[in-house]
């Protein structure tokens, strides 16, 4: 037993905007130059909050990811059209993504700019997050584009996909978290897995032109979705994701887990599927729930889950981020970081005792 | 779920489903990518010229290049699987201990591992090869161990290579000549041990320096065309030049330069070897100064040089040697032809002296004549010696020769000039004896007449006519030195005629009355033949008159008595022509060209008839000459006479005035001898007043004028005493007394040789032929008397 544990505990990314921002993004166009200000001060005060709860890692909140954490890169694109896949979720409202009407297709924005910002604020390692080139995938559309065939919309979303990582990387990322949201949903659409398993293997295909140690600083958020404390794909076993999901060549995964109604179930699962080089940061908060845990609620989480999963490989997270969508206020700035402190708290409290 | 939500719902999935095709063929295409990369490593791999095995983490076989499968023997199929410690056995080469495998060290240490020096690889089949070797191990991407790689090399070439490039180092190093290596820019990169020796300067000193630390001023533009040869990739060998040693000192070396080249085939430097040859140089000044020492004293003394190569029997010449022998440039030759080329009277002594002294291992000098093509013929010397190889055998000969004609020439002149020196003093020998004869025969009859006029016994027509006696002699006497007198002068040329218009009837007539007496006394007849009008021309009357007298005389010396003389005067061509012909002795054809020479007597016989002093005709020719004439003898031979020819130019001659004597023959009267003695004498004066003296002194005397007559009147009187003269005609004396000495009657006489002659030699000939004893004339009174008064008391039969 080794004499000193820390498990390592790292957030998922967002946190609700100020309103003064949302109110401001909401009555002008989140580009809009004369909102840096505001963008700045938010992502100031969310880093200072962040490393106020003693999180180990911080990130920006995607306090500039003024739309939402799916389609930052592509938002306004001139060769997009807004009527894309709506993205439904339980509670009833439904998200849409944008729709490509032409090639080539290239990125509007890469969230290696948010980090530099981020960075200037952080006294502490910073993890950013990206989507996934998956999630993207779902913007071309069933016809083909003139001129711009499918395989190529492929590589180059891809290569568009690496890119965005491997400079996050480069500029100093603590962690890159790729936001696979729609592996449930995958399933979701396509019980039998086939289009779950395109997902894992377009990822993959990203994954692979990555070295092993940049890998290790590379992980896969999974979750059912969380969006105005409502999931798009919480019906959805994680039996049909997760020996998929840790086909995935990433070294981390952020598997949302405080939310699951059969936690030892989905560990069992993840310990029988996971790598033995892989990390799994278990979710001990939950974004949606609106009752704040404790440290010793969570502290229990990960002593559960250090049944299944080694401590070495062993990590915690929070179960989704606190505001996906820009819009989103279901959860306040307040609650987020308390949920934080007591991931943060309970995380160390569970070191502490599996170091007895 | 609502009907646009289905649709919406099959919508995503139609498109997800599409993107899955993509996906999976952007999956395949990757893959492709892969396994071409795959592939090119693999080829790689085989391809590599290092052989590599890869392993499992257990350290067995999983891969071998061809490399690996040549180097180990191992083919792929039948290592995969084994362990590398089976496939990949190595050993020290130095201990042959086995040696720990780098691929499972890296395995176990997780690091690059290099492998030991001298390693050996031992192959499936037991051959060994010298390899190196690096092991890296495979991690996986949580660093655990997933094999290991193990590449390694033959290095068999490398290590004779470096065995090769230790060996040139370590002959770099030892060498005794200066090996140094610079850059195109001068540099000096490298410098061996003899560098130092030769220049001074260490290792440490002279790189990093430039070449020219070594280079004299005045020869710094021999880098410049060194290096411009060096970029044309050209060698400079034995190139002789003069570099500096530490301290300024002058070093001659012998350089060769060779460009240094990287390994595109650029010149990038240079690589010198320098030989100090200063030693050798002054040598060879040493050499070639005595070489133009040589050179000069063989020009100096003409000489030529050959050689003969006895392996292919070829002469080589020089061109001094091929003008002596007049042998063409460029023709070969062989020894034999050189012979051939010898005279072949010569060719056989010099070979064999050649041949004498190689054998003996000397040097030979020997002359001969050569006789050119063009069959001009000089004298050579020439000496030589012979080289021999190990066995003894001769290998060549090697010689001078010199042109000696010129000297060969002068000795045979100063042989000559010897031999006419050799004659001229035997003559001038002979002609102070004859002189001496001649003077001591009138001298006889004057001392007698002198002893007569002393004893005043005679009565006084005796006495009268020894006084005409004495001055027959004295005036003989003086003519005979008057002749001497005359042939000093006409030699030194100062002789004075004193010419005035003279007839030639004047002359002769002048010449017969001085020669008539004699002529007559001789009973001689004369026939005398005058052109028919007057001659008259410039000359000396009296030495024409001398010339004439002489010729005539000349005849009746040399004319038994009662010969015949002519004398004709003639006048043909401008000369008056003058010729004494007789019917005398004559003289041989042999001795013609020389009877006008001074001294010269055809024969000193002690025949001739009369006395002289063979000057006459000397005195003859000189006098003609004087005048610008000739004179010339003929003679049919011995026995058939002689004629004397002059010939006088008639305009400006010059004419003589002959100064002859008359010399009266004289008559003497002795007293009666007590002893009976004979003298035989040719001169009549002598032998008269001799006569005269030995009767005056009471003998009895008898007087005899040649040798015959003598031995007739010995036969016959049976005297007690002979007073042989030696020189008579007709018979000499010696042979008189031979003949005298031969009769039995002739023993017991006492014969006492009486002569001018008085040399050891005539002495010994005197005796020789029975003579008791030799006086010289002129036989001393008291001599003669102690004579007598010795001679046996019994007279003579």
């Known amino acids: 037993m080794p004499s000193a544990v820390t498990i390592p505990t790292e957030p998922i990314g967002s946190i609700p905007r100020p309103p003064t921002l949302i109110a401001a993004i909401a009555e002008r166009d989140g580009a809009d130059p004369s909102l840096d200000a505001l963008y700045d001060e938010a992502i100031r005060d969310t880093i200072t909050r962040f490393e106020d709860t003693g999180s180990p890692v911080v990130t920006d909140g995607e306090q500039r990811k003024y739309h939402n954490f799916w389609t930052y890169c592509v938002h306004g694109l001139a060769n997009t059209q807004p009527d894309g896949f709506k993205i439904p979720f339980a509670a009833g409202h439904v998200r849409r993504m944008p729709r490509l009407t032409a090639g080539p297709f290239r990125y509007g924005c890469y969230a290696d700019a948010y980090l530099d910002v981020a960075l200037r604020h952080a006294n502490r390692p910073v993890k950013q997050a990206v989507i996934s080139p998956s999630a993207l995938s779902l913007m071309y559309p069933a016809e083909t584009l003139p001129g711009y065939p499918r395989e190529q919309f492929v590589r180059d979303l891809l290569d568009q996909h690496v890119g965005e990582v491997r400079r996050c990387l480069e500029k100093g990322a603590h962690a890159v978290q790729i936001d696979f949201t729609e592996g449930r949903l995958a399933v979701k659409l396509d019980p039998r897995g086939g289009l779950l398993q395109s997902f894992i293997e377009l990822n993959n295909l990203a994954l692979s032109r990555f070295s092993s140690e940049e890998l290790k600083r590379i992980g896969v958020h999974t979750c059912p979705g969380g969006d105005l404390d409502s999931t798009h794909s919480a019906d959805v076993d994680y039996a ?9 060549q990433a070294g981390n995964f952020y598997v949302a887990l405080a939310g699951e109604k059969d936690p030892a179930r989905v560990l069992s699962i993840i310990r029988e599927h996971r790598q033995p080089n892989q990390r799994v940061f278990v979710g001990v908060v939950s974004p949606i729930d609106p009752r704040l845990e404790s440290a010793e609620e969570v502290r229990d989480r990960v002593l559960e889950a250090a049944r299944y999963i080694p401590v070495e490989k062993l990590g915690t997270t929070d179960d989704c981020g606190y505001s996906p969508f820009c819009d989103d206020t279901s959860t306040s700035r307040d609650a987020a970081f308390a949920k934080i402190r007591a991931r943060v708290e309970g995380t160390a409290l569970a070191s502490a005792v599996l170091a007895r | 779920m609502s009907e646009p939500e289905a649709d919406e719902e099959r919508a995503l999935r139609s498109v997800a489903l599409q993107n899955a095709t993509s996906i999976l063929a952007e999956r395949q295409r990757v893959e492709r990518e892969l396994f071409t990369e795959r592939e090119r490593l693999r080829i790689t791999l085989a391809s590599i010229g290092d052989a590599v095995i890869s392993t499992d983490a257990d350290g067995r076989v999983v891969f071998l290049n061809a490399v690996a499968e040549k180097l180990t023997g191992w083919p792929q199929a039948d290592a995969a699987g084994q362990t590398l410690t089976e496939v990949f056995r190595i050993i020290s080469e130095t201990t042959r201990a086995p040696v ?36 890296a191990p495979m991690l ?19 290590k004779r290579a470096e065995e090769a490039a230790a060996q040139l180092a370590a002959i770099v190093a030892s060498s005794e000549d200066a090996i140094l290596s610079k850059t195109l820019d001068g540099v000096i990169r490298s410098w061996n041990a003899a560098a130092e020796r030769v220049f001074g300067y260490t290792a440490q000193e002279a790189v990093g320096k430039n070449i020219t630390l070594l280079i004299p001023v005045e020869r710094l533009d021999e880098e410049a065309v060194i290096l411009a040869r060096l970029q044309q990739g050209q060698r400079i060998e034995h190139f002789e030049t003069v570099r500096l040693a530490k301290g300024g000192r002058r070093v001659y070396i012998s350089l060769s330069v060779s460009p240094v080249k990287d390994h595109e085939g650029r010149v990038i430097g240079a690589s010198k070897i320098a030989r100090d040859i200063t030693e050798r140089k002054r040598a060879d000044d040493v050499l070639r100064e005595t070489e133009e020492r040589q050179a000069l004293a063989v020009a100096a003394a003409n000489l030529g040089d050959w050689s003969w190569d006895a392996t292919t029997d070829a002469m080589s010449f020089s061109q001094r040697a091929l003008e002596i022998f007049g042998i063409p440039p460029g023709q070969s030759m062989t020894r034999s032809a050189m012979q051939a080329l010898v005279h072949e009277e010569d060719r056989r002594p010099a070979e064999m002296q050649i041949e004498l002294s190689t054998a003996t291992g000397g040097n030979y000098e020997v002359e001969y004549r050569v006789v050119r093509p063009g069959g001009e013929q000089v004298w050579v010397s020439s000496k030589g010696k012979a080289q021999y190889r190990a066995d003894g055998a001769i290998s060549g000969i090697f010689g001078v020769v010199q042109d000696i004609s010129e000297r ?20 001038k020998d002979e002609f102070i004896a004859m002189l001496a004869h001649e003077l001591r025969s009138p001298l006889a009859p004057l001392r007698t007449g002198l002893q007569l006029l002393k004893l005043g016994a005679a009565d006084a027509s005796a006495l009268e006519k020894a006084r005409g006696m004495m001055d027959r002699q004295l005036s003989h006497m003086v003519r005979l030195i008057d002749d001497l007198l005359d042939v000093s002068r006409i030699s030194s040329s100062r002789l004075h005629l004193q010419k005035a218009r003279v007839s030639l009837s004047d002359i002769v007539n002048h010449a017969l009355e001085a020669v008539g007496p004699a002529i007559q006394a001789a009973g001689h007849q004369l026939e005398v033949s005058m052109p028919e009008g007057p001659v008259v021309f410039e000359a000396d009357l009296t030495r024409l008159a001398q010339v004439f007298g002489n010729l005539l005389s000349n005849s009746v010396k040399y004319t038994p008595n009662g010969g015949r003389i002519w004398l004709k005067a003639d006048v043909r061509g401008g000369d008056a022509v003058v010729s004494v012909k007789d019917t005398g002795i004559g003289i041989p054809g042999d001795a013609l060209p020389r ?3 001074m001294f010269s007597q055809v024969d000193r016989s002690l025949e001739r008839v009369t006395g002289g002093l063979g000057i006459g005709l000397a005195l003859v020719k000189g006098l003609v000459e004087t005048h610008g004439g000739t004179v010339s003898a003929e003679s049919p031979g011995v026995g058939l006479g002689t004629t004397f020819t002059v010939h006088l130019p008639l305009r400006g001659g010059d004419t003589a005035v002959p100064q002859t004597e008359a010399v009266a023959r004289a008559e003497v009267t002795l007293v009666p001898p007590r002893r009976k003695v004979v003298v035989a004498d040719d001169s009549v004066d002598g032998a008269e007043v001799l006569a005269e003296l030995l009767e005056a002194m009471g003998n009895e005397a008898h007087v005899a004028h040649d040798g015959l007559s003598a031995v007739e009147l010995v036969e016959r009187v049976r005297p007690e005493l002979v007073l042989m003269d030696v020189g008579m005609p007709r018979q000499n004396g010696l042979d008189a007394t031979r003949q005298i000495r031969q009769q039995p009657w002739g023993r017991p006489m006492t014969i006492i040789a009486l002569t001018g002659w008085g040399q050891d030699a005539d002495r010994q000939r005197s005796r020789a032929a029975g003579c008791d004893g030799h006086l010289v004339k002129p036989i001393d009174f008291e001599q003669l008397e102690k004579l007598l008064s010795e001679l046996p008391a019994k007279s003579v039969e």
Do not use: Y
């Open chain 1, 240 to 248: 049909e994701l997760l020996p998929s999901l840790f086909r995935l």
């Open chain 2, 100 to 135: 720990e495998n780098p691929a499972l060290r890296a395995l176990r240490e997780g690091r690059v591992v290099d492998l030991a020096n001298h390693t050996l690889l031992i192959a499936r089949d037991g051959s060994e090869r010298p390899i190196d070797d690096s092991a």
């Open chain 2, 140 to 158: 996986s991407e949580d660093g655990s161990p997933l094999g290991a790689v193990l590449v390694f090399r033959d290095v068999s070439e490398r």
């Open chain 2, 408 to 427: 060969k020439r002068l000795e045979s002149d100063l042989r000559l000039r010897a031999e006419e020196l050799a004659d001229a003093d035997r003559k």
């Open chain 2, 595 to 597: 009877v006008f020479e």
